[in-house]
């Protein structure tokens, strides 16, 4: 069974820029995965930042990006804040259902 | 504005049921895909299932194949999880997600604010 596969935790420091990527354990992420990306932050459901591989949700700043890099997706933070310490989850269309990535624990520091 | 209204929580044995609601307040979904998806205490979240409730048909991943039941009522906007055969490993929360209809692109835009289920003994 494909795995969905993320970085378990990243550190960034305020105001600087972060890639987060999500990859397959085997085959390459495309477009035709619909790559999306949402954050948690403790006891709260998750929010969606990005959808269709580079599409932000309404209201997501501009500050969060999606594209694919090589045979990942990937999400990057420019000007990282502290209130982007969260945890992120990347989520592959899979044709028979949905996969979601282990996450990324972001900590701003 | 369409809000994804969960039940509340619940506490069950191991061994036995529990049917979780979410209900589209503001509006409905009946053609819309609602998933749900769990959280484990400190894990990360983990797609259950799917339907369309205007389609009735659901389809499960593979994990939870034989213990999930998904279903809804079109009439009242209401989806339903039920999962069977409780143990310790599925207290998790448990959530609702909406994938749009029209919407080309597979995502979530929209998630309830979870239920809590807690399998004790």
């Known amino acids: 069974q494909t795995v969905v596969t993320q970085e378990p935790s990243f550190s960034v420091s305020p105001g600087g820029t972060v890639t987060l990527t999500c990859g397959l354990s085997?085959?390459?992420?495309?477009?035709?995965?619909?790559p999306s990306w949402y954050h948690q932050t403790p006891g709260q459901a998750p929010r969606t930042l990005i959808y269709?591989?580079?599409t932000r949700s309404s209201g997501v700043p501009d500050r969060f990006s999606g594209s694919i890099l090589g045979n990942k997706a990937a999400l990057t933070i420019t000007g990282a804040q502290a209130d982007d310490e969260s945890a992120y989850y990347c989520?592959?269309?899979?044709?028979?259902?949905?996969?979601f990535g282990g996450g990324t624990k972001l900590t701003v520091l | 504005q369409v809000q994804l209204v969960q039940s509340g929580a619940e506490v069950k044995k191991p061994g036995s049921s529990v049917k979780v609601s979410c209900k589209a307040s503001?509006?409905?979904?009946?053609?819309?895909?609602i998933s749900w998806v769990r959280q484990a205490p400190g894990q990360g979240l983990e797609w259950m299932g799917r339907?369309?409730?205007?389609?009735?048909?659901?389809n499960y991943a593979q994990k939870f194949q034989g213990r999930v039941t998904i279903t809804a009522d079109k009439s009242t906007s209401t989806a339903y999880m039920e999962l069977s055969s409780l143990r310790s490993e599925d207290t998790a929360v448990y959530y609702c997600?909406?994938?749009?209809?029209?919407?080309?692109?597979?995502?979530?835009?929209?998630w309830g604010r979870g239920t809590l289920v807690t399998v004790s003994s």
């Open positions: 269709n591989t580079d």
């Open positions: 989520v592959l269309y899979m044709g028979s259902g949905m996969a």
């Open positions: 339907i369309i409730p205007i389609l009735g048909m659901p």
């Open positions: 085997s085959g390459s992420v495309s477009t035709d995965y619909y």
């Open positions: 503001g509006g409905t979904f009946s053609s819309d895909t």
């Open positions: 997600a909406r994938k749009l209809t029209g919407d080309p692109y597979w995502y979530f835009d929209l």
